[in-house]
């Protein structure tokens, strides 16, 4: 059984960057692909990042250029390394397979943007 952590959110002012960490525990060799989505306030959940297991990488046209995903198989570990953050990145950031499992959906982790 898998189940994601994910944690690295926080507050930081616009143009700032974070790095966001999702622990899978259970053998991640088994996932073909892990993505990285968001939900801000009022809005549908969307994907932003897709990492495959060989470690390509796809965004999202409005992350694109910011945003750098990457996977540790031997760590079991998801990152996104997000820079030139901006206020409409603010929202909750999950990861899960791709495409998402509803059983794996977990708490988020929290970023806000300050302009």
């Known amino acids: 059984q898998v189940q994601l952590v994910e944690s690295g959110g926080g507050l930081v002012q616009a143009g700032g960057s974070l790095r966001l960490s999702c622990l899978v525990s259970?053998?991640?060799?088994?996932?073909?692909?892990m993505g990285w989505y968001r939900q801000a306030p009022g809005k549908q959940r969307e994907l932003v990042a897709r990492i495959t297991s060989g470690g390509r990488t796809y965004y999202a046209d409005a992350v694109k250029g910011r945003f750098t995903g990457s996977r540790d198989n031997a760590k079991n570990t998801v990152y996104l390394q997000m820079n030139s953050l901006k206020s409409e990145d603010t929202a909750v950031y999950y990861c899960?397979?791709?495409?998402?499992?509803?059983?794996?959906w977990g708490q988020g982790t929290q970023v806000t943007v300050s302009s």
């Open positions: 899960n397979t791709i495409p998402a499992r509803y059983s794996l």
């Open positions: 259970g053998s991640l060799f088994s996932i073909n692909s």
